[in-house]
Nanobody, 114 residues
Framework: QFVESGGGSVQTGGSLTLSCEPSQSTDSRPAMAWYRQAPGKRRESVAGISITGVTRYLNSVRGRFTISRDSVKNILYLQMNNLKPEDTAIYYC??????????WGQGTQVTVSS
């Protein structure tokens, strides 16, 4: 399981950086992703990073969000710039390969006001 942090409330155009760490120490560095779930909507993947560092993004966040990882500290980040109200959601991190996902953390709330 993973622990997310860094969410908050910002105005349109603001920035936030989310962080994600495993709940238990591990040497594993798997492909990871950030997901989000807005009220009344399905959870969606917004950004992913492979074990070799190749990144991919949801079209609506490309150019505004940047996923990265500190492999030494084993921390996953999501830098979010130029935030929009439609980015409001609970953000989660987990394995990029959904078949490996057995549970979800609490997530971190991101609220963007206009």
């Amino acid at each position: 399981q993973f622990v997310e942090s860094g969410g908050g409330s910002v105005q349109t155009g603001g920035s936030l950086t989310l962080s994600c760490e495993p709940s238990q120490s591990t040497d594993s560095r798997p492909a990871m992703a950030w997901y989000r779930q807005a009220p009344g909507k399905r959870r969606e993947s917004v950004a992913g990073i492979s074990i070799t560092g190749v990144t991919r993004y949801l079209n609506s966040v490309r150019g505004r969000f940047t996923i990265s990882r500190d492999s030494v500290k084993n921390i996953l980040y999501l830098q979010m710039n130029n935030l929009k109200p439609e980015d409001t959601a609970i953000y989660y991190c987990n394995y990029q390969y959904t078949g490996s996902i057995s549970s979800w953390g609490q997530g971190t709330q991101v609220t963007v006001s206009s």
